[in-house]
């Protein structure tokens, strides 16, 4: 993660129209697979791998292809968590595209983390073998999540903030 927040400012600075491009192309070609109800994984990491190719820094490159198979494997696991997932990262890599087609550093940066952060939590949710579901379609929490207080006692969280109400 931390790896592909700090190549941001130079994708957005070094990113050709044809690296713009083929994002954008890898975006249609998993929109398409999506409305074909078969959307491969392999896109999601075809996509990460162009947005580093995009730093026009070999060394970068090559770390992110190296990681395509343990990307693969963890967009599985996210998919176990969350059937929906692939969803919302299309939609959220052709925003980051449109932030880097702009050269919105800070917009960028800003959706990105949160694309990964939320794969993160739908990684560890999987691995630790809870399956339920922790969103519905859209993305929306359900609104019936309930946490621990410390206490022992239970808090109804909000859907909106997350936090207890």
Not at 56 to 61: E, P, Q, V
Not at 107 to 117: C, D, N, P, S
């Amino acid at each position: 993660m931390v790896l592909e927040l700090g190549i941001i400012p130079l994708v957005c600075e070094r990113a050709t129209k044809e690296d713009i491009a083929a994002l954008y192309e890898i975006c249609d070609r998993s929109k398409a697979a999506l409305e074909d109800d078969e959307y491969p994984l392999a896109l999601s990491a075809e996509w990460h791998t162009r947005y580093a190719q995009a730093t026009h820094n070999g060394a970068i490159a090559m770390l992110v292809e190296s990681l395509h198979d343990p990307l693969v494997m963890s967009l599985e696991r996210a998919r176990e968590a969350a059937p929906l997932h692939g969803r919302r990262g299309v939609r959220e890599h052709r925003a980051l595209v449109d932030a880097i087609a702009e050269r919105d550093a800070a917009r960028a940066t800003e959706l990105m983390r949160t694309h990964l952060e939320r794969t993160a939590k739908l990684v560890a949710t999987a691995e630790r073998g809870d399956t339920r579901r922790t969103s519905r379609p859209g993305g929306r929490k359900r609104a019936d999540t309930v946490a621990e207080k410390p206490t022992g006692g239970a808090t109804r969280k909000g859907p909106a903030t997350g936090k207890s109400g």
